[in-house]
Each structure stands twice: as C-alpha cells, then as structure tokens.
Nanobody, 123 residues
Framework: QVQVVESGGGSVQAGGSLRLSCAAS????????MGWFRQAPGKERDGVAA???????SYADSVKGRFTISKDNAKNTLYLKMNSLKPEDTAMYYC?????????????????WGQGTQVIVSS
C-alpha cells in the first residue's frame, strides 16, 4: 500500500524559507513520479512542483526561481525547498505519488496523497 507523509510546514515571515519533506513507503520509490500541490482557503488545489522518474522537473509559474523540488531515492523522500516566501504561498501543501501521470502538475493524475502540512507566510 502506497503511503506518503508530509512534514516541515510551519509559520514564517515573508522572505523566509522552509523545506518540506515527504516520506514514502509501500512501493518502488524510484519508479514513481512525485508532486507537491497546495490548496489555499477557498481555492482549488493546484500543482506546485513535480519530478519525474528520470529527474526532470516541472514548476508552476508562480514558484519558478523560488522553489526547488528534489528527491532522495535512497531515503525514499521527496523535498520542496521554498525560498523568498510570500504571503500568497500560504496554503496546505500536499505530497502525491503516481507511477505514470500524463501531466506532472495535474492533480487528477495522482492516485496517492498525504494528509498535508500547513505553511503560513506572514507579511
């Protein structure tokens, strides 16, 4: 059974940094695509960043240049380093996994989801 568990959220001032982690289990980690998604209050869940099995990455325009997605296959862990955080980055952040999403940043392409970790950025 595929399981992903997020951690690392918290409160930070604008301009600060956070690193989210997603620990995965129950499947061959290196053979799955992984993604980070976020949902702000009253808004839909959107793709933030994703990484394919070959290491190629995709980012939402709103986070390009500020966020970096990476994974450690030996530790079965996905990361999202977030720099230069803005108040509009405030959201619940979710980790997701799928063996073959057609679109890396497509929410409906992913079959396994974590419970989320909250990020709050104050101005």
């Amino acid at each position: 059974q595929v399981q992903v568990v997020e951690s690392g959220g918290g409160s930070v001032q604008a301009g600060g940094s956070l690193r989210l982690s997603c620990a995965a289990s129950g499947y061959t980690y290196s053979s799955y695509c992984m993604g980070w998604f976020r949902q702000a209050p009253g808004k839909e869940r959107d793709g933030v960043a994703a990484i394919d099995t070959d290491g190629s990455t995709s980012y939402a325009d709103s986070v390009k240049g500020r966020f970096t997605i990476s994974k450690d296959n030996a530790k079965n862990t996905l990361y999202l380093k977030m720099n230069s955080l803005k108040p509009e980055d405030t959201a619940m952040y979710y980790c997701a996994a799928d063996p073959s999403p057609k679109y890396l940043l497509g929410e409906y392409e992913y079959t396994s989801w974590g419970q989320g970790t909250q990020v709050i950025v104050s101005s």
